[in-house]
């Protein structure tokens, strides 16, 4: 299959109904990390027109620092945290060509300055998968490769959209690559089923959490969803020293064992959410309808019932929902010392350690 698996800790395997997933090799235990990845691509979560500017280093994505900031030469509307990352992203995700035609499509007479936030942002990730293609054209095979989300109501926006940003930007499209408006179709909608986002630093006031850039990991995103996953995905945006790399590498790690053959499932949203909303954006974002058993049991829930129950998920919830003020992360455990479980759990986004009384 095109999407290569890590190691020996995961297979990937045709799953009914579902598509691919991640199959666990091995007995594996919680907290073990069983993948880290870096993006095939990366690109901003602030729109084109956007009232100020982006405060995120453009290329690995931690917070600016007060001064010494770094610009691109050309259309310093770009901003970098340190020569490196100034560097490394001219000679990729802000190659001339990106910065060419970003340019022009920032340009305040440009048509895009009129569309909404959505349409600005599918501008930029287009930009940033041909600049992709351009530079390496395996990974636009890659990239094409993974799920796309047939979804009917939508089709005619993404058949809008993928037209109008398409000849925005054709003119400056090498002639050889053969861009047009049913590739970028076809790019937006694998791009909806498959990006990640990766969250501004967690702040206690809120106001709620807001996103600062959209990654796709080829090989994370092969795990599908359950309600009650026994994974979730960690990133470290914020941390290292500017420049260096792996600071935007997402990290899957166990929330609880797992045996050889079953299936590894992450959320695609926070836990805490109710019945209607999970089956809402299951099926306008992804397309589907989740038959996990929480689901089951609770489409026949009434408002607010049963939620002190002892059932399995209501437990599961309890202990492993972070409870912090506006957070609501997932907890899970740290990786194993020496073979043994660690019963201290990590929020993945705010960050908290917490002691797990009940190990
Ligand atoms: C990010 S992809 C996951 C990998 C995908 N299964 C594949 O074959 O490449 C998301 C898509 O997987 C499928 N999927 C994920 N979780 C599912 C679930 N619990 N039940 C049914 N389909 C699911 C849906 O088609 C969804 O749009």
Known sequence: MAVPTSTTLLKMENIPNKGRGLIAAQDLKAGQIILTESPLLLYSASPLFSPSPSPYCHHCFRTLPPSQIFSCPSCSNYLFCSQKCLSIALNSSHSSWTCQTLSHLQNPASPL?????????????????????????????????????????????????????????????????????????????????????????????????SIKAYGIYQRTTICNHDCIPNACRFDYVETGEPGDEHNTDIVLRLIKDVSAGSEICISYFRINKDYSTRKRILMEDFGFVCECDRCKIEANWNEGENKDSDLPHVIFLSKFVCDKVNCAGTLAPLPPKDGEKCNVLECNFCGNLKVDSTT
């Open 113 to 209: 300055s009129e569309k909404p936030s959505q349409l600005q942002l599918q501008a930029r990730f287009i930009v940033a998968a041909y600049n992709l293609a351009i530079r390496t054209p395996s990974d636009l095979q890659a990239l094409l490769s993974l799920h796309s989300i047939p979804n009917d109501d939508e089709s005619d926006a993404i058949v809008y959209a993928s037209k109008f940003i398409h000849s925005l930007i054709s003119p400056f499209c090498p002639p050889h690559m053969n861009f047009s408006p049913q590739l970028a179709a076809k790019l937006i909608a694998i791009e909806r089923a498959n990006s990640f986002c990766l969250m501004e630093p967690y702040s206690p006031n809120g106001p709620q959490r």
